[in-house]
């Protein structure tokens, strides 16, 4: 009797739990089906939520964290859908769909190798299987440009480096690592929006990706905003104490930012070959860097200038615009070194760039008054230029070395007015007025 009271106590147990079994994998497939319904209908948030409660309800189901792989693949969630892609596979190994997803997954972070598996594992149980073979075709493409960007990027062919990787982005789009390659060879090339644009992107992600705060500080170094560029590369180094192009282009950019502002100082104090050393020291930081070493360009032509060494300015000032062919002030430093060694054709070539360049920017009818000053020194010096370089007699008179002021200088033919209203508006601004024979000053309405 005690051993049949046993059995029956056994088995009145046993019995409600494989019950509850059946009905808990009905209630899963239920709620399965739901989830279909609204991934159908692209519902992928519902269609998540009715395939977590399946997955809640039967935990062993490979199919369930297939589906829910598949909906977070269509999120653009490919890291937590990798999850649920390699779970099912684990679940069960012969799960084709399962190995294609976690395949998929792999490729769009950019891990082609760990794809290439994936889908080979796919093949072998499905050897005809057309997308397992069209998606391995696909990650080996992704391994291909791989191996031409790293070559390129040795090469410092940043344009090949971006084509590569914009081919490789479309078959891995959420892989930062390629994100990051094509930004920085952005940054290169001088394309510094479309560099902060990819790398504001991904930081907007994921806030501590340190190559994304190096890349954005690189963007902000070449654009001459050193110490913003410096609080980037910092900043970068604390997620990654290890980084070491931030490391290289931190160290760099505190030098560079050092030597040029002892070397402005050591102008303003009147120590010129001072000056001269520290620019030129500054120039030999970092050749990479096209706008500041555009700057320490001019500076030298400017200590140079003062040095009465013309054709050494003449020349700095031509390396300035090189490499920056918008950049003003080394026109308007070249036309006076011009000038001052009787090359009038080419002064006057200057100051026509200085005008044309002028003359498609935005207008400055809003501008501080030290903006002022600076334009007012400008149509100063291409008047007076354009005074002197087009009239044959003043030309002469001017070669003879004769004060043109004394001649009664007229200004004449050249209206100051009209240029100036191309730089900076129409009515309400500014205007010239004449103080004197060849001497003007501003009104300001």
Do not use: W
């Not at 279909?36 to 009715?50: H, I, L, P």
């Not at 149980?125 to 998606?135: F, G, M, S, V």
């Not at 200038?305 to 700095?316: G, V």
């Not at 230029?385 to 003879?400: E, N």
């Amino acid at each position: 009797m005690a051993a049949a009271a046993e059995c029956d106590v056994v088995m009145a147990a046993t019995e409600p739990e494989l019950l509850d079994d059946e009905e808990a994998k009905r209630e899963a497939e239920s709620f399965k089906e739901q989830g279909n319904a609204y991934y159908a209908k692209k519902d992928y948030n519902e269609a998540y939520n009715y395939y977590t409660k399946a997955i809640d309800m039967c935990p062993k189901n490979a199919s369930y964290y297939g589906n829910r792989a598949a909906t977070l693949m269509m999120l653009g969630k490919f890291r937590e859908a990798l999850g649920d892609a390699q779970q099912s596979v684990r679940l069960d190994d012969t799960f084709v769909r399962g190995h294609l997803r976690e395949g998929k997954c792999h490729l769009s972070l950019g891990n082609a190798m760990a794809a290439c598996r994936s889908f080979q594992r796919a093949l072998e149980l499905d050897h005809k299987n057309a997308q397992a073979q069209q998606e391995f075709k696909n990650a080996n493409a992704v391994i291909e440009y791989e191996k031409i960007a790293e070559t390129d990027f040795e090469k410092r062919d940043f344009r090949k480096v971006v084509f590569c990787m914009d081919r490789a982005l479309e078959y891995a789009p959420a892989c930062h690592r390629f994100k990051i390659l094509k930004a920085e060879c952005l940054a290169m090339l001088g394309r510094y929006p479309e560099a902060q644009s990819v790398a504001s992107d991904i930081l907007r992600m994921d806030s501590t990706n340190a190559d994304a705060l190096y890349v954005r500080g690189l963007c902000l170094y070449y654009e001459d905003c050193i110490e913003k560029a410096v609080q980037f590369f910092v900043q970068a180094l604390r997620m990654a104490p290890d980084h070491e192009k931030a490391c290289v282009a931190c160290r760099n950019a505190k030098a560079l930012k050092a030597k040029k502002e002892d070397g402005n100082k050591a102008f303003k104090e009147g120590n010129y070959k001072l000056a001269y050393e520290l620019y030129t020291e500054a120039l030999g930081i970092d050749p990479n860097n096209i706008k500041t070493n555009a700057k320490l360009y001019c500076n030298r032509g400017t200590v140079n200038s003062k040095l009465r060494k013309l054709d050494d300015a003449i020349e700095d000032c031509t390396n300035a615009v090189k490499l920056d062919d918008t950049y003003i002030k080394a026109y308007l430093r070249r036309a006076q070194c011009y000038l001052d060694t009787e090359q009038y054709e080419e002064a006057v070539r200057d100051y026509e760039k200085v005008y044309q360049t002028e003359k498609t920017k935005d207008r400055h009818s809003g501008a501080s008054a030290e903006v002022q000053k600076e334009e007012e020194k400008k149509f100063k010096e291409v008047g007076e230029a354009f005074t002197i370089l087009s009239d044959p007699k003043k030309k002469t008179r001017y070669d003879s070395g004769q004060d043109l002021d004394e001649e009664g200088m007229n200004m004449g033919d050249f209206d100051a007015n009209n240029i100036f209203k191309a730089f900076f508006g129409g009515p309400g601004g500014f205007s010239f007025e004449a103080s004197g024979p060849g001497n003007f000053f501003f009104q300001f309405g």
